[in-house]
C-alpha cells in the first residue's frame, strides 16, 4: 500500500513538473524568438514530437528516481529505519 501511493505521487510530481518544465521552455523559447525576429531569424522550433519526448523523459525519469528510492525504504529494517530517525 505504501509502495503504491509513493509511485502514484512521485508519477503525478514528474508529470506536473514535466509539464511545467515544457511551458517554461516554450515560454522563454518564444519570447527569444519575438526578441530576434526583428533580424529575421527564429532560434527554436518546439515540434510536438520534441515536446512528447521531453514530457516522456521527465515521466521516466521520475519513475526511475521514485523506483530507486522505495526500493531503498523496503530494503530497510525497521530497527535501522528507528536508529536512522526516519
Known amino acids: 500500500m505504501v509502495v503504491e501511493v509513493m509511485g502514484r505521487d512521485a508519477g503525478w510530481l514528474a508529470l506536473t513538473g514535466g509539464v511545467a518544465g515544457i511551458a517554461l521552455a516554450v515560454a522563454l523559447g518564444q519570447g527569444v524568438d519575438q526578441w530576434v525576429a526583428r533580424t529575421g531569424q527564429q532560434l527554436f522550433l518546439f515540434s510536438g514530437r520534441l515536446l512528447g519526448g521531453a514530457l516522456a523523459f521527465s515521466v521516466l ?5 521514485a523506483a ?4 531503498r525504504v523496503v530494503r530497510l ?7 536512522r530517525g526516519a
Request: glycine share 6%; aromatic share 6%; hydrophobic share 55%.
Open 77 to 83: 529494517s525497521p530497527a535501522e529505519a528507528i536508529r
Open 61 to 65: 525519469l521520475g519513475a526511475a528516481a
Open 68 to 71: 530507486y528510492a522505495t526500493v
